[in-house]
């Protein structure tokens, strides 16, 4: 089984990108074959796992528009397990090309469905913004992570997205479910946080994670190496809270390999 995985909301700044490379290398490491899809025209899980946009030649623009095969387009990375379908600038033009196209929704998943079954796992980092590319990632996905940051305006604009995954439930894809909601960037510390927690927590109930991720140096760092956190220090709290949430995704999916627990003896 091959499951597809969408992070997404319209507001900026809640650690989606991160949640996404971490995400990503963490089912990697636990020895899931995955696959990082870039859906977002500033292109930062691109260069955040260490590719320059720049320089790339085939990106899920030109599988979109031009249908050229993902798999000349796919990226190996520096972490086992781990591929990239990398984005650059030209998908900021793929919402006004598309407008006239047949069955414009379907388009991402028509490229993933080609390629699912190479992988255990693809994650699809979307752009913060409820356009027709992030109408594309949902329609392609069989569920969707919400990353909702634990600061003021936390559940601001979180009742438009859910109406937007309402939507596309609808109309466009019945199947798809929300994986979870994942509280990102924590501070022990801060009264906020806490209130934050308790307050998503109170509304949300059962579809909160269990695992929240903390402010962390190290997390923050890993990008300007052009690595995940795992890779970068695989000690740290941001590689041990993402790791914590891969399994716990892989318990709520019923698939836990007795091969994958004996590899976090790395954290």
């Known amino acids: 089984m091959s499951k597809i995985i969408a992070l997404a909301n319209q507001k900026g700044g809640v650690g989606k990108t991160t949640s996404s490379i971490n995400l990503a290398a963490s089912l990697a490491v636990l020895e899931f074959k995955t696959l990082l899809v870039d859906a977002d025209p500033q292109a930062n899980s691109t260069s955040g796992i260490g590719f320059d946009p720049r320089n790339i030649k085939n990106s899920i623009y030109e599988c979109i528009i031009n249908q050229i095969d993902p798999r000349e387009a796919i990226q190996k990375t520096e972490t086992p397990n781990l591929d990239l379908l990398p984005a650059h600038i030209d998908l900021v033009g793929a919402e006004i090309e598309m407008i006239n196209l047949t069955d414009r929704e379907y388009k991402m998943k028509a490229v993933l469905n080609s390629i699912r079954e190479d992988y255990d796992f693809i994650i699809i980092d ?88 903390q402010r962390n140096t190290r997390l923050s760092e890993a990008p300007s190496f052009g690595i995940s ?38 954290v």
């Open 126 to 213: 979307c752009s913060p913004s409820l356009g027709l590319i992030t109408i594309n990632a949902l329609t392609a996905a069989d569920s969707v992570i919400i990353p909702v940051q634990c600061e003021y305006f936390a559940l601001e604009g979180l009742g438009k997205l859910l109406n937007t995954i309402k939507i596309v439930q609808s109309r466009l894809n019945p199947k798809l479910e929300i994986e979870g909601i994942l509280l990102t960037m924590y501070d022990v510390r801060l009264r906020l946080s806490n209130q934050v927690v308790e307050e998503v927590r109170s509304h949300f109930e059962d579809m909160v994670f269990d695992t929240i991720i």
């Open 229 to 266: 956190v795992i890779m970068h220090d695989a000690t740290s709290k941001g590689a041990i809270n993402y790791l914590n949430l891969a399994r716990e995704i892989l318990r709520k999916n019923g698939l836990v390999r007795e091969e994958a627990t004996t590899n976090t003896a790395i």
